[in-house]
């Protein structure tokens, strides 16, 4: 799934090129797409694109009279569409421009996760927005140690995770943030310490800035597996910093990524779901 770094440099393409042209026309292609039915996109018609922002992982698309929230999910994608095909493969949505390419809306596979809100500004109090915590690139080192205690013996990485404590995070940056901080990413949040909480903080700022980075020299968005990583989707690979090898706790629908010599003390977690993990 996109997280904050690729949906953010997706936002700042976005507002590029189609910031100041005017909406003239919006379709829903899927039954599943639109989440709202007030007020309506007509709402928007008329009115030029003032920009593209986020918030935690969804895009914000703000016409001024109305705004688009936008939830990629996993294999949600939202590319030009010069095409303009009847039945676009996966197709959901479609916006279109006075003198600028539509824009469409597409979702890849079966989970028909990803949607699209219509909200009256100001965008930022829209009830689909209200359950997210802080910015995670945002966070205060004092509200880091609020989320931490609150979570008591929450694993890392979950909290990591969870977007109603931290906007933004998902697996990949878990799995690097906790690898840059040199914590396992079961370790019970409650137990970390100043000095762990102190590279959580600083690993968190980084992993995220190194990934907009990296992001900001790609001219479109790419999968999770090609992205910037030191552990995620590395395993059997040789550490970057210690050169052992790394390791995963495979899940059903994900893996958590890990150096046993940088993060749990050389213990080898074992791989399934019913473990004791580290704590």
Same mark, same amino acid.
């Given at each position: 799934?996109?997280?904050?770094?690729?949906?953010?440099?997706?936002?700042?393409?976005?507002?590029?090129?189609? %910031?100041? /042209?005017?909406?003239?026309?919006?379709?829903?292609?899927?039954?599943?797409?639109?989440?709202?039915?007030?007020?309506?996109?007509?709402?928007?018609?008329?009115?030029?694109?003032?920009?593209?922002?986020?918030?935690?992982?969804?895009?914000?698309?703000?016409?001024?009279?109305?705004?688009?929230? #936008?939830h990629l999910m996993q294999g949600g994608?939202?590319?030009?569409?010069?095409?303009?095909?009847?039945?676009?493969?996966?197709?959901?949505?479609? !916006?279109?421009?006075?003198?600028?390419?539509?824009?469409?809306?597409?979702?890849?596979?079966? $989970?028909?996760?990803?949607?699209? !809100?219509?909200?009256?500004?100001?965008?930022? $109090? %829209?009830?689909?927005?209200?359950?997210?915590?802080?910015?995670?690139?945002? #966070?205060?080192?004092?509200?880091?140690?609020?989320?931490?205690?609150?979570?008591?013996?929450?694993?890392?990485?979950?909290?990591?995770?969870?977007?109603?404590?931290?906007?933004?995070?998902?697996?990949?940056? %878990?799995?690097?943030?906790? !690898?840059?901080?040199?914590?396992?990413?079961?370790?019970?949040?409650?137990?970390?310490?100043?000095?762990?909480?102190?590279?959580?903080?600083?690993?968190?700022?980084?992993?995220?800035?190194?990934?907009?980075?990296?992001?900001?020299?790609?001219?479109?968005?790419?999968?999770?597996?090609?992205?910037? %990583? /030191?552990?995620? /989707?590395?395993?059997?690979?040789?550490?970057?910093?210690?050169?052992?090898?790394?390791?995963?706790?495979?899940?059903?629908?994900?893996?958590?990524?890990?150096?046993?010599?940088?993060?749990?003390?050389?213990? #080898?977690?074992?791989?399934?779901?019913?473990?004791?993990?580290?704590?």
């Open positions: 799934m996109p997280e904050l770094p690729e949906v953010r440099v997706h936002a700042e393409r976005l507002t590029a090129d189609y %910031a100041g /042209h005017t909406l003239t026309g919006f379709t829903a292609l899927s039954f599943t797409a639109l989440k709202t039915y007030a007020p309506s996109p007509e709402t928007a018609f008329g009115q030029e694109l003032v920009g593209v922002t986020t918030r935690g992982k969804y895009l914000v698309m703000d016409f001024g009279t109305a705004a688009f929230i #936008v994608r939202l590319a030009p569409d010069p095409k303009l095909s009847k039945k676009p493969r996966g197709g959901l949505c479609r !916006w279109r421009f006075d003198g600028r390419d539509a824009l469409l809306f597409t979702e890849a596979g079966t $989970e028909h996760k990803a949607g699209v !809100w219509v909200v009256e500004p100001p965008a930022s $109090e %829209a009830e689909v927005l209200a359950h997210l915590g802080p910015e995670a690139d945002q #966070v205060s080192r004092c509200d880091l140690d609020r989320i931490l205690d609150e979570a008591k013996g929450a694993r890392l990485h979950g909290v990591l995770r969870d977007q109603h404590r931290l906007a933004g995070l998902g697996r990949r940056l %878990a799995n690097e943030i906790c !690898w840059t901080a040199n914590l396992s990413p079961f370790a019970a949040c409650s137990k970390i310490d100043g000095d762990g909480r102190d590279r959580l903080h600083e690993a968190i700022g980084s992993c995220i800035a190194d990934s907009i980075e990296d992001e900001r020299a790609r001219d479109h968005m790419v999968k999770s597996a090609q992205r910037l %990583a /030191h552990v995620h /989707h590395r395993k059997g690979e040789a550490c970057d910093r210690c050169g052992d090898v790394i390791r995963e706790v495979s899940y059903n629908a994900y893996q958590v990524d890990y150096c046993a010599s940088c993060q749990t003390n050389g213990k #080898v977690l074992a791989d399934n779901t019913t473990s004791k993990f580290l704590k």
